[in-house]
């Protein structure tokens, strides 16, 4: 017996037609007209839209950093990603300190041990020792073929530009993507100890530490040494019309680049949001910092126009009300200590969160949330909003990510043969979002009291059913890694 999705609207990358989709065990096996229901399951799509999955190529769950870690983690964070339709993601397992790529992933592979929903992992590289640039080539065999470098986070994450350099080489020849996070970090921590001598400590100085410029010149700088090497390059949560124009830059002389906006850049703004008064911006802090609205047109142009090839969410949600003291005490009287031992004493414990940086802007976590959000806030800013089609929406959230990361057509499409995991949307149905019915383990949401039109009403994983309505289907485990493919086509 199979589940027969009828009466629907499949929208692809491609088409939207009407037909319904037979799926059997994990894989869809067969589209057509007016399939025979008996022995199936019927699942009556009359007026909805069927999807694939959303994949949020961007994200960052139960990450160590900013002196605390991030709120979701692989069990909340994945059912709160299947409530706003996104059934896979791709998530940074980061090179320990002194340690090689396999520590990372021996790292991330215990976190998803609690995995609700499909995902992968992306490389991060701190260190790149000459034995660490022998393991390279070795993820590939394990299904991981994307490295991702990070231009800035002096002393925490920023990489020198000959190790930029020797890893798009080295990606190059295996047929792997290289990642940046794109601002030039030296700059930023000449300006951040400006303006904090200067007393200059609230949130919004965030943004005056990392202005456009500091990402356009890094954009420039990946982009180039991917015209020179030849790798293909993903430049993450773009933002500004530097980096765009670089970006653009680049591709007109055919080097293989490419990029993604995250779905806030659309929506707050420096202005009213990160300039809020007291510490309230503190929720918006996040790098590259928000821009303005001029910035959002240059992004709509630049998803348009094929520019920019996905839009994801970079993932990475800190509690606006975290608590501060018990951790680190706990820490230093435990030598450092297991984060995980800790939190299992007290499972209503709060990790700090942007209370970190009261007074000094610098040391608010950075980071935002969105996992759940994506789908819903990009389908009625962009769909509805007029400035992009249904089938441009699935290719940005669906396809474009699992073709440029190597997983195409397994993932990012309704097809013959392709897992099932498929979206019922329902184009009519209104939601207000709010902190107060969102999934996400965190205390506010970026777009609280936005009424969105269009959501997922049933959502399922490789032909099972996760979501339906309010009610959770799924299961810890139940989530696969997704091994991808090297040679991925450039956009
Ligand atoms: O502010 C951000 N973006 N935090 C997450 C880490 C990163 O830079 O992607
Ligand atoms: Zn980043
Ligand atoms: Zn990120």
Not at 332 to 353: I, L, V
């Amino acid at each position: 017996m199979g589940t027969l999705f009828k009466n629907g609207t499949i929208i692809t990358a491609s088409d939207m037609i009407q037909a319904d989709v037979l799926v059997e065990g994990e894989k869809v096996t067969l589209i057509g007209s007016n399939i025979d229901s008996k022995g199936h399951e019927v699942v009556n799509c009359k007026g909805k839209y069927l999807m694939p999955g959303g994949i949020d190529v961007h994200t960052h769950l139960d990450l160590s950093f900013g002196g605390t870690y991030s709120n979701d983690d692989f069990d909340t964070g994945h059912k709160a990603a299947a409530f706003g339709g996104t059934t896979m993601h791709i998530d940074f397992a980061m090179q320990p300190k002194g340690g090689s790529l396999h520590d990372a992933l021996k790292i991330w592979r215990k976190k998803a041990e609690l995995a609700q929903v499909d995902y992968s992992f992306h490389l991060g590289i701190t260190d790149l020792r000459d034995e660490v640039m022998d393991e390279i080539p070795t993820l590939a065999d394990e299904g991981i073929t994307s490295l991702k470098l990070f231009m800035a986070y002096k002393n925490v994450f920023q990489i020198d530009d000959k190790t930029l350099y020797r890893a798009m080489q080295q990606a190059a020849k295996h047929g792997m993507i290289v990642m940046v996070h794109a601002e030039n970090g030296d700059v930023e921590e000449q300006l951040r100890l400006q303006l904090l001598s200067e007393g200059k400590t609230d949130p919004i100085w965030h943004y005056y530490s990392r202005p456009p410029e500091i990402e356009g010149e890094a954009t420039n700088r990946a982009v180039v040494m991917s015209g020179m090497t030849g790798c293909s390059l993903y430049v993450v949560h773009m933002t500004c019309d530097p980096a765009i124009e670089a970006m653009r830059r680049g591709r007109a002389q055919g080097f293989p680049v490419m990029g993604e906006t995250c779905v806030q850049y659309f929506h707050v703004t420096r202005d009213k949001h990160l300039g809020a008064p007291g510490f309230e911006g503190a929720k918006y802090v996040c790098s590259p910092p928000i821009r303005n609205l001029h910035e959002q047109g240059t992004l709509w142009q630049a998803v348009k126009d094929g520019t920019l090839q996905a839009v994801s969410t970079d993932h990475c949600d800190f509690w606006y009300e975290g608590s501060v003291g018990p951790w680190q005490e706990w820490s230093k009287a435990h030598n450092g200590g297991d984060w995980a031992e800790f939190e299992a004493q007290d499972p209503t414990y709060r990790r700090p969160g942007k209370d970190l940086g009261k007074g000094d802007f610098s040391k608010i976590p950075n980071g935002l949330p969105g996992i759940e959000d994506r789908m819903m806030v990009m389908w009625h800013l962009g769909v509805n909003g007029g400035k992009i089609s249904p089938t441009r929406f699935v290719e940005l959230n669906c396809t474009n990510p699992a073709k440029i990361f190597g997983m195409y057509p397994r993932k990012g499409t309704i097809s013959v043969g392709g897992d099932a995991d498929i979206v019922v949307w329902d184009p009519k149905k209104s939601h207000t979002i709010s902190a107060k019915t969102h999934h996400m383990r965190v205390d506010y949401n970026l777009y609280e009291g936005m009424k969105v039109k269009g959501m997922p009403t049933q959502v399922y994983l490789r032909g099972k059913k996760v979501v339906d309505g309010d009610n959770w289907y799924g299961s810890n485990g139940s989530g696969q890694f997704i091994a991808r493919k090297p040679y991925a086509p450039v956009l």
